[in-house]
């Protein structure tokens, strides 16, 4: 069934345009001397000031890989994370432990782990899904490149991103 | 005055007006056109182009408040790639930018920007040197003196919308093509009343010379105000009515004119893309934009000198005589039209931060029904003023 919208009754100076015409033009004049006598601070001149110190702990910036305190690597390549990646931006070559290795044969590790960061929609799927703690979004958020090869994050430059994470990070249930 | 000197004062006025004056303007419009929309919506605008000393070595760069962005947005356009799509019409398509800039351009030619120039104190040393004679006396400030005047403003200014029809016509793209049209039914709504308001200026002064108008407003008082210089008149008062209604009706028409919010139908960036400069880039684009802008000011020189007495300033002379004094009211004449045009041009962008597009019905509603009338009516309460209140 139509529904009837009703339209508000005008008064004659609300009909005559005029009035209120001038109010809005009073109401943007007033905010344009208020900037021009510099009396609203609100601004941040972006390059040279940025809110990095003021970013919260659970912010989605790039993805990063992230070692342990003894300078071990966590990912273990099971490639959960280039499973559940939405975009698609995450591909690992996963390889086996030298035969020395006290883990060969149990555990494998990534030989590569690129994330092209053109597809990357900064989700945060990876970082859930990791089980062994070792994928993490970290605060950097300007990446920026002059070529498509460039915007591809390779495990060098994960890892140089990430840093060390230490112990065990409660990312599923938070300590009460 | 010969014609040989006639030919060279009036090349060299169009030159200067065109390069010196109106483009300048126009790069700068577009600059406070941003800034002021920043301000206005509490941001800060431009504020980073200036000369990259550190580039040749120095501690650090000077960015004059962004002063330098028009110059950088010009070699932008003059430098990106000239796209043609395939599907339009070539001739047309070519041909619309310039339909679009030339209007403007040419309209600025009968409008008195300033008194008279006497440039002899400058040319007679001059002349001397070169060993001929070099004196022109005063300079008029006005391309074309031409008697239609005003008329000539109407009929050149509303060539500019072929620009804007064939542009959407030409570019075979629904877009474009729907912003042809609502330019084209626009300028029929708004042509009439901004003819009709201006009928009781002509009433009362009998001229359509432009400089003839400004030569009335310096011994009555401007059109827009109730009282003249030399004492109290009741006509001045009661014709002030009238002029006020024309001023309203007239600044409003010119609005819709100069595709201007509230009425910038034809562009209306948020419905049809970019109206009829959609298939448009690079000079081409740069071109309609030139044309807008230069539209406006256009615009504004005329309402200026019809209801803001052009050069006009009181108790400021003007620049007949001779010497360097003369010369220099001259310049001052000039610098005060032009920063009359300015503060028009800073309130059609406050109008533009601030109003919200018509709807295309309401403006042909406002154009036919109200603006129409109100012309009309207007040309008969001034024409009974002056009936009943001779000189």
């Known amino acids: 069934m139509a529904y009837t919208v009703s339209r508000p009754k005008l008064t004659v100076s609300e009909r005559m345009y005029f009035p209120a015409i001038a109010s809005g033009l009073l109401i943007t004049i007033k905010h344009f001397f208020k900037m021009l006598s510099g009396k609203r601070e609100i601004l941040m001149q972006y390059p040279e000031e940025k809110w990095d110190s003021h970013l919260p702990e659970h912010y989605r910036g790039a993805p990063t890989l992230v070692k342990d305190e003894h300078g071990r690597e966590r990912c273990v390549a099971c490639q959960l994370c280039e499973f559940i990646c939405p975009p698609r931006a995450i591909t690992i070559t996963p390889g086996e432990l030298p035969a020395e290795s006290k883990f060969a044969k149990v555990e494998k590790y990534p030989e590569e782990f690129k994330i092209d960061m053109i597809r990357c929609i900064y989700c945060g799927l990876c970082e859930e899904v990791c089980p062994e703690q070792a994928i993490f979004l970290r605060k950097d958020y300007a990446i920026t490149g002059l070529s498509r090869a460039e915007m591809v994050h390779d495990k060098k430059k994960l890892y140089e991103l990430g840093g060390t994470m230490n112990g065990l990070v409660h990312k599923w249930n938070p300590l009460k | ?391």
């Open chain 2, 1 to 391: 005055m010969d014609l040989l000197p006639f030919l060279i004062i009036s090349a060299l006025k169009t030159l200067a007006i065109i390069f010196g004056v109106i483009l300048p303007m126009v790069s700068y419009t577009v600059y406070a056109e941003r800034k002021v929309s920043a301000m206005i919506q509490d941001r800060i605008g431009p504020n980073r182009v200036g000369i990259p000393l550190t580039l040749f070595g120095f501690k650090k760069d000077l960015f004059f408040q962004g002063l330098l962005q028009p110059i950088a947005d010009a070699v932008k356009l003059m430098i990106k790639e000239d796209f043609t799509p395939a599907h339009v019409n070539k001739f047309y398509y070519w041909l619309a930018p310039a339909l679009g800039v030339a209007p403007a351009l040419i309209t600025l030619a009968v409008v008195p920007f300033g008194s008279v120039l006497n440039l002899d104190p400058i040319l007679v040393p001059l002349g001397n040197w070169f060993g001929a004679k070099l004196a022109f006396g005063p300079i008029p400030m006005v391309i074309a003196d031409v008697d239609v005047g005003v008329l000539f403003v109407f009929a050149i200014a509303s060539v500019g919308v072929y620009g804007i029809v064939l542009a959407g016509w030409s570019a075979n793209s629904k877009y474009p093509f729907l912003g042809g049209i609502r330019s084209s039914s626009q300028m029929i709504s708004y042509e009439l009343s901004l003819g009709l308001s201006v009928i009781p200026i002509f009433l009362l002064i009998g001229n359509l010379n432009l400089s003839e108008i400004v030569q009335y407003q310096i011994t009555n008082g401007w059109l827009i105000l109730p009282f003249s210089w030399n004492g109290f008149n009741w006509e001045k008062l009661l014709m002030w009515i009238p002029m006020v209604i024309s001023f309203v009706v007239f600044t409003v028409s010119m609005f819709a004119e100069t595709n201007r919010v509230p009425f910038d139908l034809p562009e209306a960036e948020q419905e049809l893309v970019g109206g009829y400069h959609t298939e448009y880039s690079s000079m081409k684009f740069a071109l309609f934009f030139l044309g807008e802008y230069a539209a406006m000011i256009a615009g504004s020189s005329v309402i200026v000198t019809l209801f803001f007495g052009g050069w006009h300033l009181p108790f400021l002379p003007d620049g007949s005589g001779t010497g360097w004094l003369a010369l220099f009211w001259g310049l001052v004449n000039i610098a005060v039209f032009f920063g009359k045009v300015a503060l028009l041009l800073f309130f059609f962008i406050w109008v533009r931060w601030t109003l919200p597009r018509f709807r295309y019905d309401q403006l042909m509603k406002l154009g036919w029904y109200f603006f129409f009338e109100i012309a009309l009516a207007n040309i008969f309460v001034a024409a009974g003023i002056l009936l009943f209140l001779p000189k």
